[in-house]
């Protein structure tokens, strides 16, 4: 993990693609402990998402994270998701340390209602994960444990 990636001062390259994302507040922490910037929808107008939809949201931001121990994770707000039924489609957006295009957040009406989103809405949460990348060894067997075979409830509901 390189030394930015343990760093609470990593400067990301923001590039603005669109003079409109000034119309609104740029992307930040509303406090100290937020673990997550708000994204917000650069929209020509307001958005109606009927039950089911799923369309692809502009920001008018690319971000260069540059470091290979980084990567960008866009998440969904909970508010929406819960109250709303408006998550991303992609469940989860994985930004790579080397993208440098517009962030697009896929946004999904799961619930049954229509969802109007606005112009400037916080739409997604944009988090700064570190990264490993692994090597793969090859074996023949691994070593028993507990839990060498089992999964999707295998130790319990509760």
Not at 129 to 138: G, N, Y
Request: net charge negative; charged share 20%; aromatic share 6%.
């Amino acid at each position: 993990m390189s030394d930015a990636s343990l760093s609470s001062d990593t400067t990301l390259s923001v590039k603005i693609l669109d003079e409109r994302v000034h119309d609104f507040p740029l992307p930040g922490y509303a406090t100290t402990g937020s673990a997550g910037m708000d994204l917000r929808a650069l929209l020509d107008g307001p958005l109606t998402l009927a039950p089911g939809d799923c369309e692809l949201v502009r920001t008018g931001l690319a971000v260069h994270i540059g470091d290979p121990g980084l990567a960008g994770m866009i998440l969904p707000r909970s508010g929406l998701g819960h109250k709303h039924g408006i998550v991303l489609g992609n469940l989860v957006g994985l930004i790579d340390s080397d993208y440098q295009g517009e962030l697009m957040i896929s946004v999904w009406n799961r619930g049954n209602q229509t969802f109007v989103l606005e112009p400037g809405e916080r739409l997604a949460q944009y988090v700064l994960v570190p990264v490993v990348q692994a090597k793969l060894d090859i074996v023949e067997d691994f070593a028993a444990s507990e839990r060498a075979g089992g999964g999707f409830g295998h130790s319990g509901r509760h």
